[in-house]
């Protein structure tokens, strides 16, 4: 399996997944036109590597500073994919500035339906 990188744009956040090291980090901004052009590649590799994981764990770190409602829903969707994801263990870090309540509130509401991923919300300064 090979690594997915993609470039930050205007509007689609940066991404990167190490599949070596079990990695996926997604950062920057989201608000596509088409949510499904930016996470449908996130999401083949997500399936890809979850059914090949054989027991390794994966890390995924959220840095978004902005997203909108379809990108909201592809999260949520990717959130349902970790957390049906039986035998892996699997850790998110929700990322947000110290002073975004907003950013914070929807990281709390993500986590509230996840019971097999280990969500840690992380304020950064």
């Known amino acids: 399996m090979e ?3 993609i470039a930050a744009s ?3 956040p940066e991404v990167n997944f190490d599949v070596a090291a079990g990695i996926l980090q997604i950062k920057g901004e989201s608000y596509p036109e088409d949510a499904s052009s930016v996470f449908g590649p996130i999401f083949t590799a997500l399936q890809d590597y979850l059914a090949q994981a054989d027991g390794k764990g994966l890390k995924v770190d959220f840095e978004l500073i902005y997203f909108n409602s379809s990108s909201a829903k592809a999260l949520m969707n990717m959130f349902q994919m970790l957390e049906n994801a039986k035998g892996t263990d699997i850790v998110v870090n929700w990322q947000f500035m110290a002073d975004d309540e907003t950013m ?3 990281g709390e509401d993500f986590s509230e339906d ?3 991923v ?3 919300l ?3 300064s």
């Open 3 to 5: 690594n997915l990188t």
């Open 10 to 12: 205007e509007r689609s």
């Open 104 to 106: 914070k509130e929807f």
């Open 114 to 116: 996840l019971t097999h």
């Open 118 to 120: 280990t969500f840690n």
């Open 122 to 124: 992380v304020a950064v």
